[in-house]
């Protein structure tokens, strides 16, 4: 009978590589079909920076200046936040570089623990973590669209859950189509903020004073609690950098590839992150910003009027648009390597004939992610689950320290720098998160433990079929 770990070999054996051209592949050939490898160093870092920068940068400043009172401090978060996912992503450049295929989290957790955290994590992203995050993305560009059009609230949710299967569909036929679609708004999305931060720091008229707070008022200006939870938003802000790992198998030459877009990925979006907020505070006064949940609109409507704020409103769209496509894309390409690895159900590992995408897994993704951005009954559930997502992060981080000490010789193209210290604070601040939403949420947060738990009873039924297939 063959076990898991000899299929995984097998399927290794064969390789990622897909073919570029030729005539569709037959029905008979799906269930070893190939990925194809459309994507060079800029359509990664487009990955990147396309679905880490969605609403965070333009709603999230007010919180953060609520809880620290001087702008050296919110620079000092957004940076500490930038560099926490910057060590996190070469991390998993080191895990890339050793497992380049397909699967991302999944496959890392996979070598490094075992099959069973492998599937939790593929179980959690499809329950919740994924398509919660999609969803919550969706129901935000329907209440912006709201803004500039006239739109009911049943509107606004059809919206919301038409564009979630309109993207699900131009992922489904193809990465080329889908890779185009994140290009072209990742450029959008970056040259529209550019143009923000190039506005504010022209035209806005307060001084930069970096350690200038208001004590009397509103405490002081750092704290260390106030750091911990403003950090605990940044990382939200930063969150998606790990997705590219999702389609290493569809990348060019991803051993070289893989690390270099997330080290540019995550270096702009830190860089931009930091340049906007400088923006905001050379317009803004500190009182205005924590005032505030779209100190982005507000500050530019300061400058240009009812005109700059309805620019920040598309803005915003066309950068939650971007959030949502790189989610959908890549996304399913977790179950899918995980349905060809023999631990999930293996209609997830099947690729359309014409296309080469994994349908099957887009579209169950999307249909249930436009369901819960149209039921509108997500938000709490989402809210108390996605900090397990942050178990796993940490837990595959640490896989390279586990790497390093049982597996010394292994060939790696790519090794962290500054190792072991990377990795380990990296693992640090994911234990902070995570302890932290079970201090503040103890009962959310077991419920979304309880979510994740039940995919043990399908994993376990997973590997019952896989035994009596290979068995016959």
Not at 103 to 126: D, E, I, K, M, S
Not at 317 to 342: D, K, T
Not at 345 to 366: D, E, K, N, W
Request: with cysteine; proline share 4%; aromatic share 10%.
């Amino acid at each position: 009978m063959m076990t898991i770990s000899s299929s995984a070999e097998l399927l290794s054996q064969r390789g990622c590589e897909s073919e570029e051209g030729g005539a569709a592949i037959t029905e008979g050939d799906l269930s070893s079909a190939r990925l194809r490898k459309e994507l060079n160093v800029f359509d990664a870092v487009a990955v990147v920076v396309g679905t880490v920068i969605g609403s965070g940068i333009f709603l999230l400043p007010s919180f953060v200046a609520a809880q620290l009172h001087s702008l050296g401090a919110v620079l000092l978060v957004w940076l500490v936040g930038g560099i926490l996912s910057l060590f996190g992503a070469l991390s998993l450049a080191e895990l890339g570089s050793i497992y380049p295929g397909t699967g991302g989290l999944c496959t890392y957790l996979r070598h490094v623990y075992g099959p069973l955290p492998a599937f939790l994590y593929a179980w959690a992203l499809l329950l919740m973590i994924h398509t919660g995050s999609i969803a919550a993305l969706a129901v935000a560009f329907g209440i912006y669209v709201g803004q500039v059009l006239p739109l009911s609230i049943v509107e606004q949710k059809v919206l919301s859950a038409g564009l979630i299967l309109a993207l699900t569909i131009v992922s489904c036929l193809g990465i080329r189509g889908g890779k185009v679609v994140q290009n072209l708004i990742a450029v959008a999305k970056v040259s529209g903020l550019a143009g923000i931060i190039l506005l504010l720091s022209a035209k806005g008229l307060r001084p930069i004073h970096f350690f200038e707070s208001s004590v009397s008022a509103h405490g002081p200006a750092f704290s260390i609690a106030g750091f911990g939870i403003a950090l605990v938003a940044v990382l939200w802000a930063y969150e998606g950098w790990h997705v590219l790992s999702f389609i290493a198998g569809e990348m060019k030459r991803p051993k070289l590839n893989l690390p270099r877009s997330l080290f540019y990925g995550c270096a702009i979006v830190m860089l931009i992150y930091l340049a906007a907020n400088l923006g905001y505070y050379h317009t803004l006064s500190a009182a205005e910003i924590r005032g505030s949940n779209a100190v982005a609109a507000l500050a530019v409507g300061k400058l240009l009027g009812p005109i700059g704020a309805n620019f920040i409103s598309i803005l915003i769209v066309v950068s939650i648009l971007g959030s949502m496509n790189g989610l959908i894309l890549s996304g399913p390409r977790v179950s899918f390597a995980m349905a060809r690895e023999g631990i999930f159900p293996a209609v997830f590992g099947r690729l359309s004939a014409r296309y080469r995408t994994p349908m099957v897994a887009l579209t169950v993704q999307g249909v249930w992610a436009a369901m819960l951005a149209a039921s509108g009954s997500y938000q709490q559930l989402f809210t108390d689950v996605i900090f397990t997502a942050w178990i796993f992060y940490g837990l595959a981080v640490a896989g390279v320290l586990v790497l390093r000490r049982s597996q010394p010789n292994m060939t790696r193209s790519f090794s962290v720098p500054g190792y072991p210290w990377l990795s380990l604070l990296f693992c640090v601040a994911a234990a902070g998160v995570i302890l932290g939403t079970l201090i503040a949420r103890p009962i959310g947060a077991l419920i979304g433990i309880g979510l994740v738990g039940t995919g043990i009873p399908v994993y376990l039924f997973c590997i019952k079929m896989q035994s009596a297939t290979t068995a016959e």
